[in-house]
Each structure stands twice: as structure tokens, then as C-alpha cells.
């Protein structure tokens, strides 16, 4: 059995600050997204600075979204209206926070 589906999809991937995560799940939640995986804990290294996954003071958080194209604006220019009010709170100091789009097939 294949499963197949004619719909374009694509996938959001959200990365914050753990501080953060309160906020991105109300703005999804408000958006009525109906699905979304998260991932808690997470390390790395990026434009705010290094986080460990073994630090207990900061960690980063993965958000998965799985959009049809349709809704994919919408949900994008909330997102970005977000981090405006995140960095304006933040004296225009970059925010820890980070949105990439790309192209999700579902496959099962």
C-alpha cells in the first residue's frame, strides 16, 4: 500500500530559547494549527550565542509544523510580528528565535 497525496505542503521549523516556548505555543494554539511536534532541550550554536544541551540554565526548543501552502503566510507574518515585539523588547538586541521554511511530502 503507498499513500499519496496531491496536496503541497511545507514543513516550519521554529527554534527558540526555552523562555520562548510559552510564546510560540499560544501563537500556534491561536492560529488553531491543529499539529505540531516539539522538541525540548536542545544545544547549539548560532547568532545569539552557544547552548548546551547539558546546561540547566538555558536550552533551546524545536517546533516541527507541518502546513498546506495556503496556510503558510498567515502563520509566517504572525511569526515575524512576534519577533518584532520580541525585539523591540529586547532594545533591538537580536532575539533568540529562528524560523526556516521548506518543502514537506508526506510519505505515510
Given at each position: 500500500m503507498v499513500y499519496h497525496t496531491d496536496e503541497t505542503m511545507k514543513m516550519?521549523?521554529?527554534?527558540?530559547?526555552d523562555t520562548l516556548e510559552g510564546k510560540v505555543r499560544r501563537l500556534l494554539n491561536d492560529r488553531n494549527v491543529k499539529g505540531y511536534t516539539v522538541a525540548s532541550g536542545l544545544g547549539g550554536k548560532g547568532?545569539?550565542?552557544s547552548v548546551s544541551e547539558h546546561s540547566w540554565a538555558e536550552r533551546n526548543v524545536s517546533f516541527m509544523v507541518a502546513l498546506e501552502d495556503e496556510h503558510v503566510a498567515a502563520l509566517t507574518e504572525a511569526l515575524k510580528q512576534l519577533y518584532v515585539k520580541l525585539l523591540e523588547a529586547n532594545h533591538g538586541e537580536e532575539v533568540p528565535l529562528k524560523?526556516?521554511?521548506?518543502p514537506c511530502e508526506v510519505i505515510l
Open positions: 516550519l521549523t521554529i527554534i527558540c530559547r547568532q545569539t550565542g524560523v526556516f521554511l521548506q
